[in-house]
């Protein structure tokens, strides 16, 4: 009988160190993303390319050649174009990447995630894309400067319903 009292006082203070190393590791050390004076850029976005190729008008030949319930008049390539990336800080390039289309066919959107970080202050950001590798240059083309503080984050997105780049 007497162990019982025993039990429940190691039972008490083994709580009791369980809740003070939770209680301690919930606040310390304490996590920084960012080291001190900087900001954050963040791109992120999702865009299918342009189509490799145009749609060509198939024979009269090569139409009766295909089942009846899979006859299309144009035959268009699946394949996208891989969208290329460019951002410039203040008039140095800061990244550039072509970003390749997903799926097995490669028809799907390209996706691309990146975090840098860059010093906080005023800045002249340029962002340029192409999704289509037919073309030479960039299709879109976004530029905003804008002042930051330490621990603010810049997002670049795309959408190009919305007029393309979008700097917020």
Request: net charge negative; with cysteine.
């Amino acid at each position: 009988m007497t162990e019982r009292p025993l039990h429940y006082v190691a039972q008490a203070i083994l709580f009791a160190l369980f809740a003070v190393f939770i209680g301690y590791f919930s606040t310390a050390p304490q996590y920084r993303h960012l080291e001190e004076g900087q900001a954050l850029l963040r791109i992120s976005f999702r865009h299918p390319g342009k189509p490799i190729a145009d749609c060509r008008v198939r024979t009269p030949e090569e139409l009766a050649s295909v089942p009846l319930h899979l006859r299309t008049e144009l035959d268009c390539e699946r394949e996208r174009s891989p969208v290329h990336l460019q951002v410039e800080v203040d008039g140095e390039l800061l990244y550039d990447e072509w970003v390749a289309p997903s799926g097995l066919r490669k028809d799907g959107a390209s996706s691309t995630y990146q975090r840098m970080p860059i010093a906080a202050g005023e800045h002249l950001l340029k962002v340029r894309i192409n999704d289509d590798r037919r073309v030479a240059g960039f299709t879109y083309e976004g530029e905003r400067r804008v002042q930051l503080t330490e621990g603010q984050v810049v997002l670049v997105d795309f959408i190009a319903d919305k007029g393309g780049v979008i700097i917020r």
